[in-house]
């Protein structure tokens, strides 16, 4: 019975862990598009501006 709880608990934390790190990686992905978006915005608005100029 302590065996199955041990074998139990450890499945569990690997589980969540891995789920974490998934999250972690999204997060990461979706910052990065998101910094890479405003950057291409803000570049493409001061292109704009000097040309109008």
Do not use: H, P
Request: glycine letters at 8%; a neutral charge; hydrophobic letters at 55%.
């Amino acid at each position: 019975m302590i065996m199955d709880f041990a074998k139990f608990s450890t499945i569990i934390i690997c589980l969540c862990s891995f789920a974490i790190s998934l999250v972690v990686l999204w997060i990461g992905v979706t910052l990065r598009k998101g910094l890479l978006l405003g950057f291409c915005i803000i570049y493409q608005n001061r292109i704009v501006e000097e040309v109008g100029e």
